[in-house]
């Protein structure tokens, strides 16, 4: 695995990490921000964006309006995560193992008790699914949602991105752009 690869994968697995404990603190940030909110002006924060953005107005400058750019933001970042998956379960070809291990790795409501109980889950569902299935499925599952959520980017393209990079050399093209995509 080269140093970028490992870099994916290591920020992706972080990022998948946090997940449970994201959307948790959203979860309590949108209800402490809606019960707020509510005594404030008597609409839920999604009556109110709903009603600004149809309207076509930009929110005030204000803590509430913080918090809410705040919780839209990370809403945001969650569905793309969301996306990744429900991408890497319908479309890759070990889609809904991967999916599986995810879930009950990082995804789901509540952590399990450990390796053994989430490849017992998996047993249930997947014939012959043991423990060292369940660890290239996980880092299997981490790779492809890094280059799903990073940029998908193969060995097999660097000798065509030298190529481009030689080419922009001699017409005197930026060398910023190429170092930028490796």
């Not at 969301?82 to 070990?94: F, S, T």
């Not at 065509?160 to 080419?167: G, S």
Request: proline share 1%; net charge negative; with cysteine.
């Amino acid at each position: 695995m080269k140093k970028d690869d490992k870099v994916i994968f290591h920020n992706t697995r972080l990022l998948l990490e946090h997940y449970r404990n994201v959307v948790w603190s959203l979860e309590v940030s949108v209800f402490q921000t809606n019960v707020n909110f509510q005594a404030e002006f008597g609409n839920t924060i999604e009556e109110f964006l709903e009603l600004s953005y149809e309207a076509g107005l930009d929110l005030p400058a204000s803590d509430v309006a913080a918090r809410i750019r705040s919780i839209n933001k990370s809403r945001n970042m969650l569905r793309i995560i969301d996306g990744a998956v429900a991408l890497l379960r319908e479309k890759y070809r070990n889609g809904e193992e991967c999916y599986w291990v995810l879930y009950y790795t990082y995804l789901s409501s509540q952590e399990f008790g450990g390796v053994d109980e989430i490849v017992e889950k998996l047993s249930e569902m997947f014939r012959d699914f043991s423990r060292s299935t369940y660890y290239r499925r996980k880092n299997e599952s981490i790779r492809r949602m890094g280059d799903l959520l990073w940029g998908f980017r193969t060995s097999c393209c660097d000798p065509a991105l030298e190529l481009l990079y030689a080419e922009q050399l001699i017409f005197g093209r930026c060398e910023d752009d190429f170092k930028s995509h490796r």
